[in-house]
T-cell receptor, first 112, second 110 residues
Framework: DSGVTQTPKHLITATGQRVTLRCSPR?????VYWYQQSLDQGLQFLIQ???????AKGNILERFSAQQFPDLHSELNLSSLELGDSALYFC???????????FGSGTRLTVV | TQLLEQSPQFLSIQEGENLTVYCNSS?????LQWYRQEPGEGPVLLVT?????EVKKLKRLTFQFGDARKDSSLHITAAQPGDTGLYLC??????????FGKGTRLSVIA
């Protein structure tokens, strides 16, 4: 157990639908990062939150949004889903500063 | 965005063999990290290298940061089936989240 909890582990949904992925960071970590992993693109950074505020944005589509709550857990919302959104979505957390990331086990999203 | 090239993309070897995988870029990095990802799991940090020419050892794994801090290598001695996984390098500039290479997928056959 890495200390980063992601739910659900698997999600199958239809095109056009909306889903919410949840992440609880490791205790004490203020930063939460969301990454998307596909076979051809590798791990792509989506968005970062630090202590409740958006800190950095990567290749995140406008159909996707995220937030970090006062208890530091984070949610990634994916809407108007397309087949190409099928991928592994990882959440990672870290303390402030130059530290490695601790990743959760990911959510495998399949859009059919 | 600076690009990290990892090679080889795939590697399949027999148990007991040695191997080296590479992480290269044309840019200079302040630090570089290596992660291993096993099927169904998230990446796990193995090591961070910071100083040019630095060598770090983790049991049978040896990590080296190039003198010019543009490249890094990971050498595994006497590979075991438990070493199977996706090896990722990543850089951190201090201002942006980690950027990952596409990884080397290693399979060690017993």
């Amino acid at each position: 157990d890495s200390g980063v909890t992601q739910t659900p582990k698997h999600l199958i949904t239809a095109t056009g639908q909306r889903v919410t992925l949840r992440c609880s960071p490791r205790s004490g970590d203020l930063s939460v990062y969301w990454y998307q992993q596909s076979l051809d693109q590798g791990l792509q950074f989506l968005i970062q939150y630090y202590n409740g505020e958006e800190r950095a944005k990567g290749n995140i589509l406008e159909r996707f949004s995220a937030q970090q709550f006062p208890d530091l857990h984070s949610e990634l919302n994916l809407s108007s889903l397309e087949l190409g959104d099928s991928a592994l979505y990882f959440c990672a957390s870290s303390p402030a500063g130059r530290y490695g990331y601790t990743f959760g086990s990911g959510t495998r999203l399949t859009v059919v | 965005t600076q690009l990290l090239e990892q090679s080889p993309q795939f590697l399949s070897i027999q148990e007991g063999e040695n191997l080296t995988v590479y992480c290269n870029s044309s840019s200079v990095f302040s630090s570089l990290q290596w992660y291993r990802q096993e099927p169904g799991e998230g990446p796990v940090l193995l090591v961070t290298v910071v100083t040019g020419g630095e060598v770090k050892k983790l049991k049978r794994l040896t990590f080296q940061f190039g003198d010019a801090r543009k490249d890094s290598s990971l050498h595994i001695t006497a590979a075991q089936p438990g070493d199977t996984g996706l090896y990722l390098c990543a850089y951190w500039t201090g201002n942006t989240p980690l950027v990952f290479g596409k990884g080397t997928r290693l399979s060690v056959i017993a």
